[in-house]
């Protein structure tokens, strides 16, 4: 098979697996365009705040800050805060990618990084393809950016109560990302258990009720990924192309 049939075949099994994620995207996407509605952000301004930042944390933290008219430093700042898990992620998937991926498909991947997205990416056997990551935004950023629009559109017409449920079809995505590789390994289903257990002491510990969200995610995957390589370390493995 050449490079570039290998490249289309990739390309549409991305397309397959970003379209469910990005029909929770839709969903959670209208709940963030409510709440920028509620800062005076027009549907265009949404679009494109989640065309280019791809983050719902992110995007809240943004536009609360927009909404306290703080100086842009301090979005920034704020921005970096909220999103700095996805630097774990990176470091992650970046062990993951061909020494022979160019500099642009590097940085045209960590554009689309998600948590979905990742999930879905670390579970592939192998080198991570480009061109099935680049499916898998072609499915799914596009429904997150269309969804906020829509919800600023739309805010006031359909019960919060119904777009929060909406929401819950991202729950059972997560479900189905993390199932499949803890049925095969063991290991990999005790840290899913530990995580959820962690994550719930941690949620209820005084000492971390000023912490923000992304902040705790960040301290539990170190914590808990640190604690398994040293445990139970992962031996080098060769990736075929």
């Known amino acids: ?5 290998s490249n289309k075949r990739l390309f549409v099994q991305g397309i397959r697996d970003g379209f469910p994620i990005g029909l929770g995207y839709l969903a959670v996407s209208f709940s963030l365009g409510i709440a920028a509605k509620q800062i005076g952000i027009t549907p ?13 944390a992110g995007q809240y933290a943004g536009w609360t800050v927009i909404a306290a008219q703080a100086p842009y430093f301090e979005m920034v700042l704020t921005i970096l805060v909220a999103n700095a898990r996805y630097l774990l ?20 991947v960590g554009y689309g990084l998600t948590d979905e997205i990742f999930g879905v990416s670390i579970a592939r056997e192998g ?9 898998m935004f072609l499915a799914s ?3 997150w950016s269309i969804g906020t629009a829509l919800g600023i559109v739309m805010g006031n017409v359909l019960p919060f109560r119904v777009v929060s449920a909406l929401s819950v079809s ?23 258990i530990i995580s959820f257990a962690a994550s719930y002491i941690v949620s209820r510990l005084p000492v971390f009720s000023g912490v923000s969200e992304g902040t705790k995610i960040i301290i539990l995957t ?10 139970r370390p992962v031996k080098q493995e060769e990736h075929d192309e």
């Not at 265009?44 to 719902?56: D, E, H, I, M, R």
């Open 1 to 5: 098979m050449s490079n570039i049939q």
């Open 44 to 56: 265009f301004q949404g679009f494109l705040a989640s065309l280019t930042t791809v983050a719902s």
């Open 170 to 192: 991202l729950y059972a995505m997560f479900i189905a990302i993390i199932v499949p590789p803890a049925r095969k390994d063991k290991v990999i289903a005790v840290l899913v």
């Open 141 to 143: 950023i596009p429904l």
């Open 127 to 135: 080198y991570i393809k480009p061109a099935h990551s680049y499916g």
């Open 89 to 108: 992620m990176s470091f992650a998937l970046s062990q993951r990618i061909s020494p022979k991926t160019s500099l642009l498909n590097r940085i045209g």
């Open 222 to 231: 170190v914590a808990i990924a640190g604690i398994a390589s040293v445990i």
